[in-house]
């Protein structure tokens, strides 16, 4: 555990760093609010915070920088609990009163909100298809040889296949297999797609074994949406550090992965190499569960640089969050 005085100036060199992103120097440190000691001191002290890997000096000559483990320190014990101002309170409510629609497009918009709120890439995950019940299904004629299959979610959610019809099909058949159809899943998730009964009637029960072979189709893995790439990307400075970053942004699969990691390990705050995925090891993660009556139906979050603003980024992670899981417990 650091003493008083190393604690006081790692504090204030990673604030420093935060706002600036240059190196910082001792006599910077000496003036600042709190510290009280001379620049020869605050020099000396740095340099044990080097040896015991929480400062690091890129250039012999520059003042120095946090590292990950530095920013850890920060994070757990010097931040202080970040506030979120008024006029960002009155931005999230506005914008969560005025969410309405299909849920694809208000957790799009999430992201948005979320990277202009941080200046970072967003992230929001939202509730896997299983997880809700149907609330509606229908099959709706399109043209004369193809019908569209339309399950509504109890989360908000819709999903839509499409699907060939004779061309003879009379529109008594497609109503009876939407009739049918809607009966059974009604209620039901999407586990219950094997268990629409057939009617009897052959004509309806194919439209319908059809329905269900496309619906079965759908993905059930979460929806995740990533905004403000390029926000972040602006962050650094280094065009591989770019590239690994927005190349990885891209790929679905590790964002979700990522994600659900850091909350199953019960973390609020992934520094650097923590997450584990060194393609943005340059890069910290600040997630927050998306609750919903006691139930963890998706997850919001942002990435950024390690020099990111811990207190800001954490109070506005968990603003989102939570107005979000009050959002989809309402519909």
């Known amino acids: 555990m650091l003493d008083e005085r190393k604690t006081a100036i790692l504090s204030a060199v ?7 992103a240059q190196p910082v120097g001792s006599s910077h440190i000496a003036n600042a609010s709190g510290i009280g000691v001379s620049s ?16 690091v000096q890129p250039h ?9 483990q530095g920013y850890r320190f920060f994070v757990d014990h010097l931040a202080a609990p970040g506030r979120v101002d008024a006029a960002t309170t009155r931005q999230v409510g506005q914008f969560f009163e005025a969410a309405h629609g299909r849920l694809e497009e208000m957790l799009y918009q ?11 890439a967003a992230v929001v995950l939202g509730p896997k298809a299983e997880a809700a019940t149907i609330r509606s299904a229908q099959i709706v004629r399109l043209t004369p040889n193809a019908a569209t299959v339309v399950l509504v979610f109890s989360n908000g959610n ?10 003879d099909t009379p529109d008594t058949v497609l109503a009876a297999a939407s009739v049918h159809l809607a009966h059974r899943l009604t209620g039901d998730t999407l586990a219950s797609l094997a268990n629409v009964l057939r009617t009897g009637d052959e004509a309806t029960d194919a439209i319908c074994a059809d329905a269900v072979s496309a619906m079965q189709a759908v993905s059930t893995d979460a929806h995740v949406y990533v905004g403000g790439a390029s926000t972040v990307a602006d ?22 992965s990522l994600v659900r990691d850091i909350v199953d390990r019960g973390m ?10 060194e393609p943005l090891s340059a890069c910290s993660v600040v997630v927050a569960p998306v609750v919903v009556d006691g139930e963890h139906l998706g997850s919001v979050g942002v990435l950024g640089p390690t020099r990111m603003n811990y207190p800001q980024a ?13 959002r989809l417990g309402e519909s």
């Open 40 to 55: 020869a001191t605050v020099r000396n002290e740095m340099s044990v915070l080097e040896q015991e890997g929480y400062l």
């Open 110 to 120: 999430t992201s948005d909100l979320l990277t202009t709120l941080t200046h970072n």
């Open 235 to 256: 962050s650094f400075d280094a065009v591989d550090v770019v590239r690994q970053v927005l190349h990885t942004l891209e790929q679905q699969f590790v964002v979700v």
């Open 60 to 68: 012999t000559s520059a003042g120095r920088i946090p590292t990950d």
């Open 158 to 167: 819709v999903e839509n296949e499409v699907i060939s019809i004779d061309d």
């Open 14 to 20: 990673v604030q420093e760093y935060i706002a600036t």
């Open 314 to 326: 954490l109070a506005t992670v968990d603003m989102v969050s939570n107005r979000l899981g009050r």
């Open 268 to 277: 609020s705050v992934a520094i650097g190499v923590e997450h584990g995925v």
